[in-house]
C-alpha cells in the first residue's frame, strides 16, 4: 500500500463520526479566505480571519454531529430568506418606474400595483384584508 493511500486511510479513520465539511464550515472557510486578502488593502484585524479558520476547523471535527446538523440547517435557511429578499429587492427596484410597492396594512405581505391606476380597494391575497391604496 502506498504512502498516500495509507494517509487518506488514516484521515478517513480520523474523520468517522466527526462533523466534516458542511456549508457553515465552508462559507467560513472562504470567509476567511477573503478577509485575509481584503486585510491586505484595509485595515481589517487579522484575528478575524484566525477566528473564521478556527470556527471552520472546530466545525469539522466536532464530533456533536446533531448539534452542527441542526445549526447548519438554520443557517441554510437563514442564507435562502436573505436570498430571497435580496433578489425581491433588486426585483422591486427594476419595477418601482411601473409599479407602486406598499404592505399589507393587517399581515404585511409584500403587494403591487400599476402607477396611475388612481385610488383601488385592494383586497390583500394572504389575508383578505381591504384596504384602499393610492398609485
Ligand atoms: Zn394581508
Not at 472562504?30 to 466545525?59: D, E, M, N
Amino acid at each position: 500500500m502506498g504512502f498516500f493511500t495509507r494517509m487518506a486511510m488514516a484521515f478517513s479513520r480520523f474523520m468517522v463520526g466527526r462533523n466534516g465539511m458542511d456549508n457553515m464550515a465552508f462559507h467560513a472557510l472562504w470567509g476567511s479566505v477573503i478577509v485575509s486578502i481584503l486585510s491586505i488593502f484595509l485595515p481589517i484585524p487579522g484575528i478575524i480571519s484566525t477566528a473564521l479558520l478556527v470556527y471552520a476547523v472546530f466545525r469539522m471535527l466536532s464530533r456533536n454531529v446533531a448539534k452542527r446538523r441542526d445549526e447548519n440547517q438554520r443557517y441554510i435557511e437563514f442564507t435562502e430568506k436573505l436570498t430571497r429578499e435580496v433578489k425581491q429587492f433588486f426585483l422591486r427596484l427594476k419595477g418601482m418606474k411601473t409599479h407602486k410597492y406598499f404592505r399589507c396594512p393587517s399581515c404585511r405581505n409584500r403587494l403591487r400595483m400599476k402607477r396611475g391606476s388612481g385610488e383601488k380597494l385592494i383586497t390583500c391575497p394572504v389575508c383578505r384584508n381591504q384596504f384602499t391604496q393610492k398609485a
